[in-house]
């Protein structure tokens, strides 16, 4: 699926089940759930000092199964929430092109998409 997230932020997951859970944005960042906890990796060239993590790599940290998992998305952060909100991550990107690439692999019972705009 594809977003434009320079316009307004996106809620792009919200998933029950979120334990095994792989959502890649861009196929830059990736955001892991599992069994021990989560973790928020820029992938290939998208770590490097010129890619869209601008130097950073990843983060992870250690918690019980994932159970649910938000990911908000606007034009230079991204926001991760896990067991509602028991974990939370976010980090600053820099992405390239307007439109935003979304893939979720997995095994996510119920996955939904909210536009976050003001009217």
Known sequence: ?????????QE???????????VSLDGA????AGSHGC???????????KGA?????????????VHDLR???DSSAVEVYANGGRMVFSTRWFPTD??????????AQDIRL??????
């Open 1 to 9: 699926m594809a977003l434009d997230h320079r316009q307004a932020a």
């Open 12 to 22: 792009i997951l919200d998933a029950v089940g979120g334990a095994g859970n792989v």
């Open 29 to 32: 960042l990736e955001v892991r």
């Open 39 to 49: 973790k928020i990796a820029f992938v290939g060239d998208a770590s490097g000092k």
């Open 53 to 65: 993590g601008c130097g950073r790599a990843s983060r992870s940290i250690e918690l019980e199964p």
């Open 71 to 73: 990911v908000l998305v």
């Open 98 to 107: 307007p439109q935003l690439s979304v893939r979720v692999s997995g095994n």
């Open 114 to 119: 909210y536009p976050m705009g003001c009217e």
